[in-house]
């Protein structure tokens, strides 16, 4: 079965870095767009970031763009999200997932706070 696996996140000051990763497991990684996401306290879970199959291609939501910036590797099965120049509403619950969508995992949480 689909299996997710999210890690990386702590706690931050304003304008530091964090990198997640997401190893997945239970299907063909390679061949599956993958995204990540995120969820702010009491809102609702937003799209944050897109790679391609083969990693050549990748999209950010308008908020994050020239900040974070997604990468896979497909002899892993993982795929990254690096973050700097973090900001407090960067805060909140990130989780990966592949287009079509498969199981959630548990998600890692970033908290961005001096």
């Known amino acids: 079965q689909v299996q997710l696996v999210e890690s990386g996140g702590g706690l931050v000051q304003p304008g530091g870095s964090l990198r997640l990763s997401c190893a997945a497991s239970?299907?063909?990684?390679?061949?599956?767009?993958m995204n990540w996401y995120r969820q702010a306290p009491g809102k609702e879970r937003e799209l944050v970031a897109t790679i391609s199959s083969a990693g050549g291609s990748t999209n950010y939501v308008d908020s994050v763009k020239g900040r974070f910036t997604i990468s896979r590797d497909n002899t892993k099965s993982t795929v990254y999200l690096q973050m700097n120049s973090l900001k407090p509403e960067d805060t909140g619950v990130y989780y990966c997932?592949?287009?079509?969508?498969?199981?959630w995992g548990q998600g890692t949480l970033v908290t961005v706070s001096s």
């Open positions: 239970g299907f063909t990684f390679r061949i599956y767009v």
């Open positions: 997932n592949r287009r079509p969508l498969g199981a």
